[in-house]
């Protein structure tokens, strides 16, 4: 079955770019038609959702983020990534990875997830 | 942007009891697009419930969604110890409800 993992530095400086990646295994990115998505949860909060790829390149983001936020594919390493630019503190997260299913049309759900990466923002 | 509302914020309970949790959407959800996420600590979130009633797969019967429009419903009807752990519900694709723990009394 589809797996998904995380990867990155786990710190990132204040003003910098924290940059994550997404390696699907089990499947191919591109079989099927689903979105690619990018999720967070700070320490003891809620999940807040970042954006989503289409592996045509296609994305939507969460308008929170969606002036720092940049989330490309790569189909050839069966692979996603995120930046998320001039990160403080408060981007201080675990960072999860998801498929988003699609019905009639529509992106639906999240499943399965990645197990997270937690990025910590200090100098 | 639909904004979902879990109440209430902690459910206790004990083992064997019924548990109901509640999410309610700002604006109608079509085609019942709503799906619900168990998170245990230190672990992902775990599909449980998508299209409002339907158990992902391998999902105990237990778990059962319901609700359209604006109010929707998590019902576990007898709690395992396993149980135990925070809920979350989705509007299809995007924003999470602000979660439910569920702990044990």
């Known amino acids: 079955q589809v797996q998904l993992q995380e990867s990155g530095p786990g710190l990132v400086k204040p003003s910098q770019t924290l940059s994550l990646t997404c390696t699907v295994s089990?499947?191919?990115?591109?079989?099927?038609?689903?979105?690619w998505s990018w999720i967070r949860q700070p320490a003891g909060k809620g999940l807040e959702w970042i954006g989503r790829?289409?592996?045509?390149?296609?994305?939507n983001y969460n308008p929170s983020l969606k002036s720092r936020v940049t989330i490309s594919v790569d189909t050839s390493k069966n692979q996603f990534s995120l930046k998320l630019s001039s990160v403080t503190a408060a981007d201080t997260a675990v960072y999860y990875c998801?498929?988003?299913?699609?019905?009639?049309?529509?992106?639906?759900?999240?499943?399965?997830w990645g197990q997270g990466t937690l990025v910590t923002v200090s100098s | 942007e639909i904004v979902l509302t879990q109440s209430p914020g902690t459910l206790s309970l004990s083992p064997g009891e019924r548990a109901t949790l509640s999410c309610r959407a700002s604006?109608?959800?079509?085609?019942?697009?709503l799906a619900w996420y168990q998170q245990k600590p230190g672990q992902a979130p775990r599909l449980l419930i998508y299209?409002?009633?339907s158990r992902a797969t391998g999902i105990p019967d237990r778990f059962s969604g319901s609700g359209s429009g604006t109010d929707f419903t998590l019902t576990i009807s007898r709690l395992e110890p396993e149980d135990f752990a925070v809920y979350y519900c989705?509007?299809?694709?995007?924003?999470f409800g602000q979660g439910t723990r569920l702990e044990i009394k």
């Open positions: 998801a498929r988003v299913w699609m019905v009639r049309g529509a992106v639906g759900w999240f499943d399965p």
């Open positions: 089990g499947g191919s990115i591109s079989s099927g038609s689903y979105y």
């Open positions: 790829i289409y592996t045509s390149g296609s994305t």
């Open positions: 604006q109608s959800v079509s085609s019942s697009y």
């Open positions: 299209g409002a009633s």
């Open positions: 989705q509007q299809y694709g995007s924003f």
